[in-house]
Protein backbone atom coordinates (compact mmCIF):
# COMPACT_ATOMS: atom_id res chain seq x y z
CA UNK A 1 0.00 0.00 0.00
CA UNK A 2 1.00 3.36 -0.91
CA UNK A 3 2.34 5.41 2.02
CA UNK A 4 0.25 7.92 3.86
CA UNK A 5 1.70 10.89 3.77
CA UNK A 6 -0.88 12.70 5.81
CA UNK A 7 0.72 10.89 9.04
CA UNK A 8 3.68 13.48 8.39
CA UNK A 9 1.90 16.13 8.43
CA UNK A 10 0.22 18.68 10.47
CA UNK A 11 -3.25 18.06 11.01
CA UNK A 12 -4.44 21.65 10.82
CA UNK A 13 -3.51 21.18 7.33
CA UNK A 14 -5.45 18.98 6.25
CA UNK A 15 -8.31 21.09 7.30
CA UNK A 16 -7.33 23.56 4.20
CA UNK A 17 -5.95 21.19 1.00
CA UNK A 18 -6.70 22.89 -1.85
CA UNK A 19 -9.28 21.14 -4.33
CA UNK A 20 -7.79 20.05 -7.64
CA UNK A 21 -10.54 19.18 -9.72
CA UNK A 22 -10.09 15.90 -11.88
CA UNK A 23 -11.14 13.14 -13.89
CA UNK A 24 -15.06 12.48 -12.22
CA UNK A 25 -14.85 8.71 -10.92
CA UNK A 26 -18.23 6.93 -10.46
CA UNK A 27 -18.76 3.13 -9.06
CA UNK A 28 -18.01 4.86 -4.86
CA UNK A 29 -20.96 2.85 -3.53
CA UNK A 30 -21.31 -0.15 -1.54
CA UNK A 31 -22.54 -3.34 -3.46
CA UNK A 32 -25.01 -4.81 -1.62
CA UNK A 33 -25.14 -8.20 -3.68
CA UNK A 34 -24.86 -11.35 -1.50
CA UNK A 35 -21.20 -12.03 -0.41
CA UNK A 36 -19.26 -13.09 3.02
CA UNK A 37 -16.67 -10.59 3.82
CA UNK A 38 -13.73 -11.60 6.45
CA UNK A 39 -11.83 -8.50 8.14
CA UNK A 40 -9.18 -8.41 10.22
CA UNK A 41 -9.28 -6.09 12.76
CA UNK A 42 -5.89 -4.69 14.54
CA UNK A 43 -6.38 -1.69 17.59
CA UNK A 44 -3.16 -0.37 19.04
CA UNK A 45 -2.75 2.49 21.61
CA UNK A 46 0.23 4.84 20.79
CA UNK A 47 1.67 6.66 23.20
CA UNK A 48 3.25 10.20 22.57
CA UNK A 49 2.01 9.91 18.97
CA UNK A 50 2.32 13.51 17.53
CA UNK A 51 4.18 16.50 19.23
CA UNK A 52 2.59 20.04 19.20
CA UNK A 53 4.27 22.90 17.21
CA UNK A 54 4.71 26.71 18.08
CA UNK A 55 1.70 27.65 15.95
CA UNK A 56 -0.36 25.35 17.66
CA UNK A 57 -1.11 22.47 15.46
CA UNK A 58 -0.03 18.48 15.88
CA UNK A 59 2.29 17.05 13.40
CA UNK A 60 2.24 12.96 13.42
CA UNK A 61 5.07 10.84 14.24
CA UNK A 62 5.58 8.16 11.77
CA UNK A 63 7.07 5.44 14.70
CA UNK A 64 5.66 5.97 17.71
CA UNK A 65 5.39 4.37 20.70
CA UNK A 66 3.24 1.31 20.41
CA UNK A 67 1.39 -0.77 23.22
CA UNK A 68 -0.75 -3.46 21.47
CA UNK A 69 -4.22 -3.96 22.25
CA UNK A 70 -6.21 -6.33 20.29
CA UNK A 71 -6.27 -8.37 16.93
CA UNK A 72 -9.73 -9.99 16.13
CA UNK A 73 -11.49 -11.44 12.91
CA UNK A 74 -15.23 -10.60 11.94
CA UNK A 75 -17.33 -12.56 9.31
CA UNK A 76 -19.46 -9.98 7.50
CA UNK A 77 -22.56 -11.61 5.35
CA UNK A 78 -23.68 -9.01 3.02
CA UNK A 79 -27.45 -9.12 1.74
CA UNK A 80 -30.13 -6.63 0.08
CA UNK A 81 -32.38 -4.71 2.73
CA UNK A 82 -35.35 -3.06 2.25
CA UNK A 83 -35.07 0.75 0.47
CA UNK A 84 -32.09 0.36 -0.93
CA UNK A 85 -30.19 -0.10 2.17
CA UNK A 86 -27.82 -3.16 2.61
CA UNK A 87 -27.95 -5.90 5.90
CA UNK A 88 -24.82 -6.95 7.11
CA UNK A 89 -24.64 -9.74 9.37
CA UNK A 90 -21.63 -9.39 11.31
CA UNK A 91 -20.03 -12.52 13.41
CA UNK A 92 -17.29 -11.99 16.00
CA UNK A 93 -16.47 -14.59 18.57
CA UNK A 94 -19.98 -16.62 17.32
CA UNK A 95 -21.78 -13.73 18.36
CA UNK A 96 -24.04 -12.15 16.16
CA UNK A 97 -25.53 -8.34 15.50
CA UNK A 98 -27.29 -6.78 12.26
CA UNK A 99 -26.70 -3.36 11.25
CA UNK A 100 -28.19 -1.64 8.09
CA UNK A 101 -26.23 0.65 6.06
CA UNK A 102 -26.67 2.78 2.77
CA UNK A 103 -24.67 2.84 -0.09
CA UNK A 104 -22.44 5.84 1.41
CA UNK A 105 -21.97 3.60 4.50
CA UNK A 106 -23.88 5.42 6.58
CA UNK A 107 -26.43 3.52 9.02
CA UNK A 108 -29.63 3.54 7.74
CA UNK A 109 -31.33 1.95 11.57
CA UNK A 110 -29.92 1.77 14.42
CA UNK A 111 -26.55 -0.44 15.63
CA UNK A 112 -25.00 -1.19 18.55
CA UNK A 113 -21.58 -2.28 16.46
CA UNK A 114 -18.59 -0.99 17.53
CA UNK A 115 -14.94 -1.21 16.40
CA UNK A 116 -15.89 -1.64 13.21
CA UNK A 117 -16.22 1.34 9.95
CA UNK A 118 -19.50 1.16 9.47
CA UNK A 119 -21.22 4.12 9.99
CA UNK A 120 -18.81 6.68 8.52
CA UNK A 121 -20.20 8.29 5.38
CA UNK A 122 -16.50 8.05 3.67
CA UNK A 123 -17.89 7.19 0.02
CA UNK A 124 -19.88 10.61 -2.07
CA UNK A 125 -23.39 10.34 -1.57
CA UNK A 126 -23.77 10.12 -5.36
CA UNK A 127 -21.36 7.27 -5.41
CA UNK A 128 -19.29 9.97 -7.89
CA UNK A 129 -16.04 12.14 -6.67
CA UNK A 130 -13.49 13.77 -8.45
CA UNK A 131 -9.85 14.44 -7.55
CA UNK A 132 -9.49 16.63 -4.31
CA UNK A 133 -13.39 16.69 -3.84
CA UNK A 134 -14.45 17.35 0.15
CA UNK A 135 -17.83 15.89 1.64
CA UNK A 136 -19.04 16.38 5.50
CA UNK A 137 -20.72 14.57 7.95
CA UNK A 138 -22.21 15.65 11.33
CA UNK A 139 -22.75 14.47 13.90
CA UNK A 140 -25.03 16.87 16.30
CA UNK A 141 -24.35 16.83 20.20
CA UNK A 142 -26.95 14.95 21.89
CA UNK A 143 -29.86 17.02 23.14
CA UNK A 144 -30.17 15.11 26.19
CA UNK A 145 -26.63 14.52 27.24
CA UNK A 146 -24.94 15.41 30.76
CA UNK A 147 -22.35 17.50 31.06
CA UNK A 148 -21.00 19.71 28.18
CA UNK A 149 -22.19 18.59 24.81
CA UNK A 150 -19.81 17.83 21.70
CA UNK A 151 -20.41 17.90 18.20
CA UNK A 152 -18.37 16.60 15.60
CA UNK A 153 -17.50 16.78 11.73
CA UNK A 154 -16.38 14.50 9.76
CA UNK A 155 -14.59 15.67 6.67
CA UNK A 156 -13.81 13.38 3.59
CA UNK A 157 -11.77 14.09 0.72
CA UNK A 158 -11.12 12.06 -2.08
CA UNK A 159 -7.40 11.22 -3.35
CA UNK A 160 -8.57 9.05 -6.94
CA UNK A 161 -6.65 6.31 -7.78
CA UNK A 162 -4.61 4.44 -4.80
CA UNK A 163 -3.52 0.57 -6.57
CA UNK A 164 -2.25 -1.41 -4.39
CA UNK A 165 -1.41 -5.40 -4.34
CA UNK A 166 -4.02 -7.44 -4.47
CA UNK A 167 -6.26 -4.58 -5.44
CA UNK A 168 -5.25 -2.67 -8.06
CA UNK A 169 -8.84 -0.31 -9.00
CA UNK A 170 -8.87 0.98 -5.43
CA UNK A 171 -9.16 4.61 -4.02
CA UNK A 172 -8.66 6.62 -1.41
CA UNK A 173 -10.47 8.75 0.62
CA UNK A 174 -8.45 10.60 3.80
CA UNK A 175 -10.42 10.90 7.03
CA UNK A 176 -10.35 14.11 8.67
CA UNK A 177 -12.42 14.05 12.24
CA UNK A 178 -13.18 17.57 14.05
CA UNK A 179 -14.63 18.01 17.34
CA UNK A 180 -16.20 21.48 19.29
CA UNK A 181 -17.72 21.97 22.42
CA UNK A 182 -21.30 23.78 22.24
CA UNK A 183 -20.95 26.81 24.83
CA UNK A 184 -23.61 26.98 27.70
CA UNK A 185 -23.17 26.96 31.40
CA UNK A 186 -22.43 23.00 31.98
CA UNK A 187 -19.46 23.73 29.90
CA UNK A 188 -18.14 27.26 31.20
CA UNK A 189 -19.14 25.70 34.91
CA UNK A 190 -16.39 22.36 33.65
CA UNK A 191 -14.04 25.23 32.83
CA UNK A 192 -13.71 27.41 35.31
CA UNK A 193 -12.76 24.51 37.52
CA UNK A 194 -10.31 23.29 35.54
CA UNK A 195 -8.66 26.96 34.05
CA UNK A 196 -8.23 30.54 34.40
CA UNK A 197 -9.46 33.10 32.43
CA UNK A 198 -12.54 33.87 29.88
CA UNK A 199 -10.63 32.26 27.05
CA UNK A 200 -12.86 29.04 25.53
CA UNK A 201 -12.43 29.41 22.10
CA UNK A 202 -10.20 26.26 21.92
CA UNK A 203 -12.98 24.41 23.10
CA UNK A 204 -15.78 25.76 21.23
CA UNK A 205 -13.90 26.13 17.76
CA UNK A 206 -13.20 22.99 15.66
CA UNK A 207 -10.25 21.12 16.81
CA UNK A 208 -9.11 18.09 15.06
CA UNK A 209 -9.14 14.97 17.10
CA UNK A 210 -9.25 12.08 14.71
CA UNK A 211 -7.00 11.64 11.19
CA UNK A 212 -8.02 8.45 8.67
CA UNK A 213 -8.00 7.13 5.39
CA UNK A 214 -10.00 4.46 3.36
CA UNK A 215 -9.05 2.00 0.34
CA UNK A 216 -12.03 1.28 -1.70
CA UNK A 217 -12.25 -0.95 -4.39
CA UNK A 218 -15.39 0.15 -6.66
CA UNK A 219 -14.86 -3.36 -8.21
CA UNK A 220 -15.65 -5.20 -5.20
CA UNK A 221 -18.36 -2.53 -3.97
CA UNK A 222 -16.29 -2.77 -0.31
CA UNK A 223 -13.25 -1.19 1.70
CA UNK A 224 -10.16 -2.76 1.45
CA UNK A 225 -8.54 -1.11 4.26
CA UNK A 226 -9.51 1.32 7.00
CA UNK A 227 -7.57 3.05 9.20
CA UNK A 228 -7.89 5.62 12.07
CA UNK A 229 -6.10 7.10 14.38
CA UNK A 230 -8.26 9.11 17.48
CA UNK A 231 -7.62 10.77 20.71
CA UNK A 232 -10.81 10.05 22.58
CA UNK A 233 -9.12 12.64 25.21
CA UNK A 234 -9.99 15.54 22.79
CA UNK A 235 -13.65 14.74 23.73
CA UNK A 236 -13.10 16.00 27.10
CA UNK A 237 -12.15 19.46 28.82
CA UNK A 238 -8.37 18.08 30.07
CA UNK A 239 -7.03 16.38 26.51
CA UNK A 240 -3.91 14.59 26.61
CA UNK A 241 -1.64 15.41 24.27
CA UNK A 242 0.40 12.43 22.13
CA UNK A 243 -2.59 10.38 22.94
CA UNK A 244 -3.82 8.12 20.17
CA UNK A 245 -5.52 5.13 19.56
CA UNK A 246 -5.20 3.40 16.09
CA UNK A 247 -7.78 0.82 14.62
CA UNK A 248 -6.98 -0.93 11.59
CA UNK A 249 -9.83 -3.14 9.50
CA UNK A 250 -8.23 -5.26 6.70
CA UNK A 251 -10.36 -7.28 4.21
CA UNK A 252 -9.21 -10.52 3.87
CA UNK A 253 -11.49 -12.21 1.76
CA UNK A 254 -14.41 -11.46 -0.26
CA UNK A 255 -16.60 -14.64 -1.35
CA UNK A 256 -19.70 -14.56 -3.39
Given at each position: MRPKFWLTMPLTFLTAIPI??????????LDFSRKRVTLEVA???LQDA??????????????????????????????????KTGLLRITVDERSTEVRVASDNRLAGPSRIGGLPFGYAFLPPNGTATDGQIWEEEFPAPADAPGPRIAATFRYTFDGSAPTEGCPDCV??????????????????????????????????NQVFAVGAVLFSPKQGFFQRFEMHMNASMLTPA???????RVVVETLEVTR
Open positions: CRGETMDGLKVEDYRVLPDGSIKMKTKPDTAHVSNWRAEVHVSRGKREIRIVGLRRFLPDQSLAGMLAGIFSGDDDEYFTTPVPGMMR
